[in-house]
């Protein structure tokens, strides 16, 4: 059974850093594209893509982010990590990991306020 637990969120204020991890189990993470997801407070919000890691450790970032967050993997330790950088107000999300296109976690909340 593949399980993927995030962690590392918290309340920073604007400007601040945070590191998520997103460690997985039941599988190899080495097999695996990694995405970071995130959903905002509100009911219409859309889960909203952040970044991606492939198996070859190719990134891509969504354009609001690019800059500012960095996606790694360590398959050593079957996690998968997300710096974020230069915090803003608009970060504030639940940022979920997917792993695999096929497996979520339950999320790790960021909230950037003053």
């Known amino acids: 059974q593949v399980q993927v637990v995030e962690s590392g969120g918290g309340l920073v204020q604007p400007g601040e850093s945070l590191r998520l991890s997103c460690i997985t189990s039941?599988?190899?993470?080495?097999?695996?594209?990694v995405g970071w997801y995130r959903q905002a407070p509100g009911k219409q919000k859309q889960r909203e893509w952040v970044?991606?890691?492939?198996?070859?450790?190719?990134?891509n970032y969504a354009e609001s982010v690019k800059g500012r967050f960095t996606i790694s993997r360590d398959n050593a330790k079957n996690t998968v990590y997300l710096r974020l950088n230069s915090l803003k107000p608009e970060d504030t999300a639940v940022y979920y990991c997917?792993?695999?296109?096929?497996?979520w976690g339950q999320g790790t909340q960021v909230t950037v306020s003053s």
């Open positions: 039941g599988t190899t993470l080495s097999w695996h594209a």
């Open positions: 970044a991606t890691i492939d198996t070859d450790n190719n990134t």
């Open positions: 997917n792993v695999g296109f096929d497996y």
